[in-house]
């Protein structure tokens, strides 16, 4: 059984930097890639970030491209999402996933494990 725990968020301002953990335990060969997703307050949860366990392949939705950074220490099992130059609009809770896949890493659906969610809180 995959468990996912994540931490690090909080309330910042715009501009400022986060950085999220997700710590796995139970990973087993089937797990191949670890994901970030977002969910604002009366919104759908929407894909963040995700990074394959074995090529280290990154993908980004739009809105991040260039402030956010998805990796993964194999070894500690665990997963980060570097935050930069922070906006309001990025405020939500965040939760990571693990998928057996490594295709449509952006579909929710792919996903069958997911952590409880860090609240990310952005001030203008």
């Known amino acids: 059984q995959v468990q996912l725990v994540e931490s690090g968020g909080g309330l910042v301002q715009a501009g400022d930097s986060l950085r999220l953990f997700c710590a796995a335990s139970?990973?087993?060969?089937?797990?191949?890639?670890m994901g970030w997703f977002r969910q604002a307050p009366g919104k759908e949860r929407e894909f963040v970030a995700a990074v394959s366990r074995y090529s280290g392949i990154t993908s980004y939705v739009d809105s991040v491209k260039g402030r956010f950074t998805i990796s993964m220490d194999n070894a500690k099992n665990t997963v980060y999402l570097q935050m930069n130059s922070l906006k309001p609009e990025d405020t939500a809770v965040y939760y990571c996933?693990?998928?057996?896949?490594?295709?449509?890493?952006?579909?929710?659906?792919?996903?069958?494990?997911w952590g409880q969610g860090t609240q990310v809180t952005v001030s203008s």
């Open positions: 996933a693990s998928a057996p896949t490594g295709a449509d890493v952006r579909e929710i659906a792919r996903y069958n494990y």
């Open positions: 139970g990973l087993t060969f089937m797990t191949n890639t």
